[in-house]
């Protein structure tokens, strides 16, 4: 598995959690990395992303403000921190490898994905 996510867990609402990407190729530098997520009997929806630099970041409007991404490059990692955590926040987050520099939130630019980590918020 070229991409493994970890990090999730159970936490209360209003709790944090931050959850890592690690590329275990190293080959991720180049490109944009995104996060995803997918709760029960829903489709997979976008949550966050940042460039390949990690000048540029987007969020979708249900973690904007709360979520946040970021990377390093010597440890070939992405984050996702996670703040004000909701019980709708509940799903299983996967992270993927864009094709280019800088994507956005569509699925179909990322053809790498690595397996889910479960983050399950309590009310």
């Known amino acids: 598995v070229q991409l493994q996510a970890s990090g999730g867990g159970l936490v209360q609402a209003g709790g944090s959690l931050r959850l890592s990407c690690t590329d275990s190729r190293r080959t991720f530098s180049n490109n944009a990395v995104g996060w995803f997520r997918q709760a029960p009997g829903k489709e997979r929806e976008f949550v966050g992303a940042i460039s390949w630099n990690g000048a540029s970041t987007q969020y979708s409007e249900s973690v904007k403000g709360r979520f946040t991404v970021s990377r390093d490059h010597s440890k070939s990692t992405v984050y996702l921190q996670m703040d004000s955590l909701k019980p709708e926040d509940t799903a299983v987050y996967y992270c993927?490898?864009?094709?280019?520099?800088?994507?956005?939130?569509?699925?179909?630019?990322?053809?790498?994905w690595g397996q889910g980590t479960q983050v399950t918020v309590s009310s």
């Open positions: 993927a490898k864009a094709r280019s520099s800088y994507s956005g939130s569509s699925r179909s630019s990322y053809p790498v």
